[in-house]
């Protein structure tokens, strides 16, 4: 078995997935630039989205714990944290199923990846630059409304290379969210956002798993496996890399990724 490709692919999905730089889209210029069979590895890139979204349960397990010993007493907060996140779910579901042929013809151009990569860069930067300091702290103290708009931002990432994170962070902050908060409501509206992405494509994908040379469990396991640590690793760093330097970095990283991602598609 080749080690190297899944541990490699599993440290891309950890790395990028909660980062406001597009997993799906660097997913798919690996999958490009080191010459993958992008059908044979379709299967393990979804299975390995699950490892990166149970790192924000092991990190956050207090808080889900309390939110879910709040909704037995019925506590008003943790009925409003709830509402709130499958509440900016709803438009992702809705827009996801109804599209779901269009998003999925999109998911195997690189040069539409590379292109996002620049502009959303270029509109991270612009957001950074205009929007002041958000007001609203706490995810249960987010209003229906904003909430609601955060959801309605979230499903730009349809478009490989946008970013899921990045679009619900830089959205939530334009809206009035404070840094922490807007990235923590991303790191939690993942987990029904990509377990519900998950689910459809495995049912649609479930004859694929066992077929004949199809990339085996032993295999998806490792790439899990390293999606799971290398997402908890960055998780971690990642709300104090804004605390202290904003997002502007990771809109320079974009905006140079994307652009030598051009380059190499126009001159190759």
Known sequence: MDIATPVLLGIVE???EFLPVSSTGHLILATKLLGYDADKWEVFNIVIQLGAILAVVVLYWR????VLQGMVRRDATSLRFVRNILLAFLPAAVIGLVLHKKIEALLGNVMVVAVALVLGG???LAIEWRVKK???AGVANVPAKTTLGIGLIQCLAMIPGVSRSGATI???LSLGVERRTAAEFSFFLAIPTMLGATTIELAKHRHDIMAPGAVGLGTIG???VVAFIVAMLVIKAFVSV???HGFAPFAWYRIVAGSAALVWLLYK
Request: charged share 5%; glycine share 18%; net charge positive.
């Open 14 to 16: 950890g790395l990028t």
């Open 63 to 66: 808080t889900f714990w309390a």
């Open 122 to 124: 270029m509109a991270i």
């Open 134 to 136: 958000g007001h609203i």
């Open 170 to 172: 830089m959205g939530a």
């Open 222 to 224: 490792i790439g899990f």
């Open 242 to 244: 804004i605390s202290k």
